[in-house]
Every structure is written in C-alpha cells, then in structure tokens.
Nanobody
Framework: QVQLVESGGGLVQAGGSLRLSCAAS????????MGWYRQAPGKQRELVAAITSGGRVNYADSVKGRFTISRDNAKNTVYLQMNSLKPEDTAVYYCNADRVGGFRSWGQGTQVTVSS
C-alpha cells in the first residue's frame, strides 16, 4: 500500500502563491503516476496536474501557465507550485498515486482558500 500526506495549504490573497507537498510512503517503487486533484464545494473532483515516473507532466487547462508539478524521487515527494492564484482555485486539494496493477491511493486533502 501507499500512504500519502499532503501539506502546504492555507489562505492567500488573489495573485499570491502556495506550494503543496505530498510525501509518499509504503510501496513507493510501484508508483507509475502521481497527481493532484481538487474538489470545490458543490463540484466534482477534478484533475489539476499529474506526473509520471519518467517526469512527463499533464495539466488542466485552467491551471496551465500558473501551476507546476514536480517530484523529488530521493524524498519520495511530489510538489505543486501554485502561482497567480485565483478565487476559483479555492478547493480541497488531494494527492493521488496510481500504482502498477491499477491500484489508486489518496491523501487526506489540504484546504486552499484564495480570497478576492
């Protein structure tokens, strides 16, 4: 199994920045893809960004040019750098890990709130 712990959420003004971290433990060498999802009140959970074990990245159109996903394999940690934040970015952000064999793990979520 993989355990994921997110950190770095908080309250920021519009235009500000936050960096989220996701530390993985457990069967970390079986992970193919790690990513960030978010869920705002009344909305479905949506993919924000993902990164493969080889470093290939993918972003939602709404965050391209503002968010950057990266990973530090030595620290077993994935990051989401969020710049130029907008009120519509307000959501609970969840880290996920997809393992070989189709196994999916989720973190507990961290709240990001962007004020106008």
């Amino acid at each position: 199994q993989v355990q994921l712990v997110e950190s770095g959420g908080g309250l920021v003004q519009a235009g500000g920045s936050l960096r989220l971290s996701c530390a993985a433990s457990g069967s970390i060498f079986s992970i193919n893809v790690m990513g960030w999802y978010r869920q705002a009140p009344g909305k479905q959970r949506e993919l924000v960004a993902a990164i493969t074990s080889g470093g290939r990245v993918n972003y939602a159109d709404s965050v391209k040019g503002r968010f950057t996903i990266s990973r530090d394999n030595a620290k077993n940690t994935v990051y989401l750098q969020m710049n130029s934040l907008k009120p519509e970015d307000t959501a609970v952000y969840y880290c996920n890990a997809d393992r070989v064999g189709g196994f999916r793990s989720w973190g507990q979520g961290t709240q990001v709130t962007v004020s106008s």
